[in-house]
């Protein structure tokens, strides 16, 4: 163990930590948009626009991130689409993370009691409304752990973009590897910082978590 | 002496769910200011036939009219959700599972519908829930949320705010069968204060005394068609038909 | 540059082979991710408190990083203290414990589920704790299990693909193969996930029908 690496190095993982977060806000902000509109989707009165989300969650879930970052990055030239290394993993990221994410809105939604919608339906109010005024309020806070646990697998992802040239904390990490020749050091230093971020993000989860149960027991 | 437009009109209204036909062919009608109970074994078809009246359930033919008004016209997308949500205004509906809305107090419970769809203002919606809640008997509540109240206390707030949209009938599909039964008399006691008011009600019950005292009519069904109906003191205690009688004798022997 | 799937014929065997690697890879490290994810399981749940604690430290360590990470310590650090293993079976391994890890947290939950009964009737008739456990508590925690252990699965499969960056010829690498000698990124890549997209469907089938059977049995 080469403890003066480790005091070395740290300064440039935390800056490729900043990188890592960075990816990871952009990419959720991506997937929240996403998962929000394929939901929508997934609740439409028309069966193509059910039949579409259907297909998108499909398709993203059944095929590998690192093949659809690949397909993005060094296909979409092909495509007109040229991206920066950054833009192409937080799109690619985003539009694949939202498709999971959608599927723990839907299941929340699915979890209010069937008999909301009939008691706003029979009041007179429309689709939309009874979503967003009876639906959705009661769904939120149900969707909280599985929005922080998708959180959590992005974050982990974003290694991937590593292999398109981000310098985030695992390219970092291999860069310091061949300057150094001590790979396990350097590694579980990376590590570490993932696991700090993990942990800051459980951390606001379980704070979000509790905040939205406090609200509910104040308001009793 | 019938020459008014009944306030519900229902005819000849069919169900079916695949092979299995839960309503074949019924025909109702109530006048404004009646009040009339559907009795009937569990899976005859009553609650569905509430629910069908409400369009909380598609009819597979015939005709359902709101003083005036056909209430399932053969409209399509958007045509059909705006005249829906407009008639749906009209009936007031009161669920056995209460169906409060739990991120509401009380209060915002009963304002709701009045601000959003009525198109009143804050202080007539308030004005108007904090009459209905006097009420029925629970002034006291009005800013506690659902999850703080019995039963029987949720069942009443539910009313309140089916009576703030000012409905021209209100339909109650078991409005008790989900309560304990010390607390199924502060139920009743509301509905009968309607009817002494004069509201149309339909009452779907399982109580039969209580339909003999607020009904002006009771209907039997039984297996989707209704077997006998009539003045309560004919039907409940003196039923022409064997099917009525028997599950009367059932009935009131417990 | 326009499109071209004219070419990809011409690499249909090494697609092929690649997909085979895939889906051999799949089985090796899902077969690892289970048989492991039982132990730990069992040893946190029964097991002495000196062994459990750290085993759920691990647990934490492996589910709270990246699969990428792991691979490299795995291969560069084994090397530098002197374990030189193949880059396959570092792969193999490294994709079934991390999976384990998750596995792991199901089979407990499951196995916490199992009515207390069901130990009680198999002790009272004189069975061992091991044998209770065996033959009684583990078979029908597995039965629960199985939906979200298959669901790991299908996502294995799809992690697969992170092997390549060890030099695993499983589909990405092969394709990339592909793609050096055409400069075709598009059309390879594309027919890649259309494949990985064919086996994740055959899995969810499967999957779908197992869980049916165990539903049934349950």
């Not at chain 2, 991120?103 to 419970?109: A, F, K």
């Not at chain 3, 880059?87 to 193999?92: K, Q, S």
């Not at chain 3, 079934?96 to 939950?109: K, W």
């Not at chain 3, 499983?170 to 997209?197: D, G, K, M, W």
Request: aromatic share 8%.
């Amino acid at each position: 163990m080469d403890i003066e690496l480790i005091r070395q190095i740290l300064p440039f993982l935390a800056q490729a930590s900043v990188l890592t977060i960075g990816l990871t806000v952009c990419s959720l902000a991506i997937g929240l948009v996403v998962a929000v509109t394929i939901t929508i989707a997934s609740f439409s009165r028309m069966r193509a626009a059910r039949w579409a989300a259907a297909a998108y969650v499909s398709i993203m879930r059944g095929t590998p991130l690192l093949v659809q970052l690949f397909l993005v990055y060094f296909g979409g030239p092909q495509m007109g689409l040229e991206l920066t290394p950054f833009l192409a993993g937080v799109v690619t990221m985003g539009f694949n993370i939202g498709a999971y994410m959608s599927e723990g809105m839907k299941g929340a939604v699915l979890a209010v009691d069937r008999g909301q919608n009939e008691a706003s339906r029979s009041l007179g109010f429309g689709r939309f409304d009874t979503m967003r005024l009876f639906i959705l309020p009661q769904a939120a806070p149900l969707m909280i752990r599985s929005l922080g646990v998708n959180t959590v697998i992005l974050c982990k992802s974003t290694a991937l973009v590593s292999t398109i040239g981000v310098v985030e904390l695992t390219y970092s990490a291999q860069r310091f590897v061949t300057s150094t020749f001590k790979p396990f050091e350097v590694f579980a230093c990376a590590g570490a910082a993932y696991l700090i971020i993990v942990a800051a993000i459980s951390l606001i989860v379980h704070a979000l978590e509790r905040a939205v149960d406090h609200g509910r027991k104040a308001a009793l | 002496m019938n020459t008014q437009t009944p306030m519900i009109d229902v005819r000849q209204i069919r169900k079916a769910y695949g092979v299995h036909e839960v309503l074949k062919g019924i025909d109702l009608s109530v006048n404004k200011g009646k009040i009339v109970s559907i009795i009937g074994p569990s899976g005859s078809g009553k609650s569905t036939l509430l629910r069908s009246i409400n369009m909380l359930e598609d009819v597979s033919s015939g005709e359902i009219w709101l003083d005036g008004k056909q209430v399932n016209r053969p409209l399509k997308g958007r045509q059909f959700e705006n005249h829906i949500n407009h008639i749906r205004q009209e009936m007031g509906m009161v669920f056995q599972q209460f169906n409060l809305f739990p991120h509401l107090t009380v209060l915002q419970n009963i304002m709701i519908g009045p601000i959003r769809l009525r198109k009143l203002n804050r202080a007539e919606a308030l004005d108007r829930a904090q009459t209905l809640l006097s009420k029925v008997g629970l002034s006291d509540k009005g800013n506690a949320y659902p999850a703080r109240l019995s039963g029987g206390q949720k069942q009443r707030v539910a009313i309140a705010r089916a009576l703030a949209m000012q409905p021209k009938v209100m339909l109650f599909d078991e409005a008790t069968s989900a309560l304990d039964p010390e607390l199924v008399e502060e139920v009743n006691q509301v509905m009968k204060q309607l009817a002494a008011e004069h509201m149309t009600m339909l009452i779907v019950t399982h109580e039969m005394r209580f339909a003999a005292e607020v009904s002006d009519q009771v209907i039997f069904m039984d297996g989707g068609v209704v077997i006998e109906q009539g003045a309560p003191k004919d039907v409940l205690s003196n039923p022409v038909e064997e099917r009525t009688r028997a599950f009367l004798r059932k009935h009131l022997s417990h | 540059m326009s499109l071209d799937f004219s070419v990809v014929p011409d690499y249909f065997g090494i697609l092929w082979t690649g997909i085979l690697w895939t889906v051999l890879i799949t089985v090796l490290a899902g077969g690892i991710s289970i048989l492991v994810g039982i132990a730990i399981a069992v040893a946190t749940l029964y097991g002495p408190r000196l062994l459990a604690f750290p085993l759920r430290g691990v647990v934490f360590l492996f589910m709270g990083t990246p699969l990428l990470l792991q691979l490299y310590l795995f291969y560069y650090g084994l090397s530098q203290i002197g374990i030189m293993l193949p880059a396959f079976w570092t792969g193999v391994v490294g994709l079934g414990l991390h999976y384990a890890a998750y596995n792991a947290d199901i089979f407990r939950a499951s196995l916490q589920a199992v009515d207390p009964g069901q130990a009680e009737a198999s002790r009272s008739l004189g069975f061992s704790r091991s044998a209770t456990l065996r033959f009684f508590v583990l078979p029908q925690a597995m039965l629960t299990a199985l939906p979200q252990v298959g669901n790991n699965s299908i996502i294995l499969l799809k992690d697969t693909a992170v092997l390549s960056v060890l030099g695993i010829a499983e589909l990405v690498l092969n394709a990339q193969r592909a793609i050096s000698e055409t400069y075709r990124p598009f059309e390879f890549y594309f027919t890649a996930a259309i494949l990985y997209y064919i086996v994740n469907l055959a899995m969810e089938f499967l999957l779908r029908k197992a869980a049916r059977k165990a539903e049934a049995i349950r």
